[in-house]
């Protein structure tokens, strides 16, 4: 019985608009209880606040509670979901920075920067692996701390609870196709193969239409910020190239590196924009906190980052599996990749867990790139996992957007500098 679960992370500025989705989907739900977790008390205490609010409000049929001790936190409960962020918003202007000093795209997930928080996620993760493997063994540990792919690599295939990895960056890529073709909030279907942030969709519908042949030129939605304007326009072109397909969003950065490098060195990076609003959002956490009847506006992280987490817990509970997008071992479900390869792919899941469908096949000229991009996953979730050195530069090594070990030296050298006691495996 899914009953209770806890959010690792829980004190973050998406806490809120997960757990508010969770709340107002209260009664299709088994949840009976919230725990939130995190290691910063004063952020954690607001959010607490907040979301106790937001469930009484709602008829009080969600206990919440919050704790900064991670053992009290996992101690018999049922879910487990992993949304922490090691080192915080400091680590993540290193992750955007450092590359771009050597000319590659800074961004959190993808190249060097999702490299250096693999390194502070992979051994965080596996500390909750193994408190949920101690204090709740038959739980189930979903993880949504990025990179998701190394991440649930690292995890799967240990001893203790089962994991699977989410992203709702597929909903986000199929959302945004469908608003620039003038159909903003139609239902959307489709096909997937890849690995997390290197996706390819197939068989796409919109509206139970075939997506047919795209235009020549599609604006992008209004409400995409700069980069991710550079980032459709980008994956437009992909699918011009590739008929029959639209391209993750993030693929972009392999084809046209300079483009992000150039847009970061004229704009400043991501994190520096999320910075300059981040205690906004707490302000606005507090003031709900206040209202007779609350109203939570602003969040960070899209509507999908909660529906995501309702769809999952209302599957682990239904007899019949429902059909999500989600990062697991591929397990057969796609020849393009090892079997022991984390992959993101659509699977059926329920009560009895996991049920994998036959994925297509990837465009025959995309497969170098994600054969790269698989064995740099594989070898970084093993070398985050440990100290070795000389493991972590072939592992960078191996990025695409990275390619030798020079260069792959170079960046670790000044991480370990720059990152000092946030990563330890360096000092």
């Given at each position: 019985m899914i009953e209770t679960l806890t959010i690792i992370g829980g004190g973050s500025a998406y806490a809120p608009g997960l757990c508010n989705a969770l709340i107002e989907h209260a009664a299709a739900l088994p949840l009976r209880a919230i725990r939130l977790h995190d290691i910063d008390d004063d952020h954690l205490a607001i959010v607490a606040a907040l979301v106790r609010h937001l469930a009484a409000h709602h008829g009080g049929r969600l206990e919440v509670t919050a704790t900064g001790d991670l053992v009290e936190a996992v101690r018999g409960t049922d879910v487990v979901l992993n949304s922490m962020r090691p080192g915080g918003f400091a680590c993540r202007q290193l992750d955007e920075t450092i590359p771009v000093e050597l000319g590659i795209p800074g961004q959190e997930t993808v190249g060097p920067g999702g490299f250096f928080f693999a390194l502070r996620s992979v051994p965080a993760a596996l500390a909750v692996h193994a408190a949920v493997a101690a204090h709740a063994p038959d739980a189930i540990l979903l993880n949504y701390t990025n990179p998701t792919n190394i991440v649930t690599q690292a995890l799967a295939g240990r001893p203790g609870p089962r994991v699977i990895g989410?992203?709702?960056?597929?909903?986000?890529?199929?959302?945004?196709?469908?608003?620039?073709?003038?159909?903003?909030?139609?239902?959307?279907?489709?096909?997937?193969?890849?690995?997390?942030?290197?996706?390819?969709?197939?068989?796409?519908?919109?509206?139970?239409?075939?997506?047919?042949?795209?235009?020549?030129?599609?604006?992008?939605?209004?409400?995409?910020?700069?980069?991710?304007?550079?980032?459709?326009?980008?994956?437009?072109?992909?699918?011009?190239?590739?008929?029959?397909?639209?391209?993750?969003?993030?693929?972009?950065?392999?084809?046209?590196?300079?483009?992000?490098?150039?847009?970061?060195?004229?704009?400043?990076?991501?994190?520096?924009?999320?910075?300059?609003?981040?205690?906004?959002?707490?302000?606005?956490?507090?003031?709900?906190?206040?209202?007779?009847?609350?109203?939570?506006?602003?969040?960070?992280?899209?509507?999908?980052?909660?529906?995501?987490?309702?769809?999952?817990?209302?599957?682990?509970?239904?007899?019949?599996?429902?059909?999500?997008?989600?990062?697991?071992?591929?397990?057969?479900?796609?020849?393009?990749?090892?079997?022991?390869?984390?992959?993101?792919?659509?699977?059926?899941?329920?009560?009895?867990?996991?049920?994998?469908?036959?994925?297509?096949?990837?465009?025959?000229?995309?497969?170098?790139?994600?054969?790269?991009?698989?064995?740099?996953?594989?070898?970084?979730?093993?070398?985050a996992a440990g100290t070795d050195r000389q493991a972590m530069i072939e592992a960078l090594a191996a990025n695409p957007l990275v390619a030798d070990v020079a260069t792959a030296g170079a960046l670790i050298e000044r991480a370990r500098d720059a990152y000092g006691d946030h990563l330890p495996a360096l000092r």
């Open positions: 989410l992203c709702d960056q597929s909903d986000e890529d199929l959302g945004a196709l469908a608003a620039a073709l003038g159909q903003p909030g139609a239902a959307y279907d489709f096909r997937c193969v890849g690995l997390n942030h290197a996706t390819w969709y197939a068989d796409v519908t919109i509206a139970g239409a075939p997506l047919g042949a795209l235009p020549a030129t599609l604006p992008p939605p209004d409400d995409l910020d700069e980069e991710h304007r550079i980032r459709f326009a980008l994956s437009l072109e992909l699918a011009h190239r590739h008929p029959g397909w639209w391209p993750n969003s993030y693929l972009p950065y392999y084809g046209a590196p300079a483009r992000f490098v150039a847009h970061t060195r004229a704009v400043g990076t991501r994190t520096q924009a999320i910075l300059a609003g981040l205690e906004r959002y707490y302000d606005h956490f507090r003031e709900v906190t206040r209202q007779a009847a609350p109203r939570l506006l602003h969040h960070r992280g899209s509507a999908g980052f909660g529906d995501l987490a309702v769809r999952v817990i209302a599957a682990l509970a239904s007899p019949t599996p429902h059909r999500l997008v989600l990062n697991v071992v591929n397990q057969g479900a796609t020849a393009s990749f090892d079997d022991a390869t984390v992959v993101e792919a659509a699977v059926g899941l329920g009560v009895d867990g996991v049920t994998r469908a036959p994925c297509p096949t990837p465009p025959a000229d995309a497969v170098p790139l994600l054969r790269q991009l698989e064995r740099y996953q594989r070898l970084t979730a093993v070398a």
